[in-house]
């Protein structure tokens, strides 16, 4: 669905400046511009909504090590102080908080058309719906990633589309490390998916 600034701003009790801040900054994709006024669809604002955390967002290395943390329980990234504290950091820190710090969902598109095959999928189209204690099932979205969504566009038989079934976000590398996927599906996912996904995030920092 298509949504205004202005029914941006309603929907979370936010200013209108605060709105295109984040649109500004890259934290909200953006769909279309018609003339001044930008428009964004709904999975656009749900996600950037579910990543509104405080402080300072990690730094490349300490976000790679961070996700590897999550995934395996491991990372040599960081100095052996530099990883216990982080460790102690993500013990306090709410799914929330951790898809702020990893920087949100980044550059994203919605399109209408076919799911493209040979692309790589995230969040609730990669994750493993019976181990977070969801009923398995195909959602009408489909989620993939691309290194250059221009590029997307023209290989992929697709139109933009705020209301249509394909989501896709640029990425400049492929990471199906299995904290990715978990963030990708809290920050995506319908709310029983985002739930599921937000315990498991924060059972795996504990």
Known sequence: ?????AQVARQHARTDRF????LRSGALSG???LGRVTSVDDVAVQAWSRALGRGRRWTDQVREAALDLLSTGRTDRLSASERSRLRSRLREMSA??????AGGLGAWARYRGKPPIGLVRIGPSAA???ELGIVPGEGWLTFVQTDDLDRFEIDQDVSLDADGNIGVVERSR??????RI???????GDARQSAAAAA???RRAA
């Open 174 to 179: 492929v990471d199906d490390r299995a904290a």
């Open 96 to 101: 929330t908080d951790m898809a702020h710090a």
């Open 182 to 188: 978990l963030l990708d599906t809290y920050l995506l």
């Open 200 to 202: 498991e995030l924060q």
């Open 31 to 33: 769909h279309r511009v």
């Open 128 to 130: 493993n719906t019976g």
């Open 19 to 22: 709105v295109q801040q984040a």
């Open 1 to 5: 669905m298509e949504m205004t600034v």
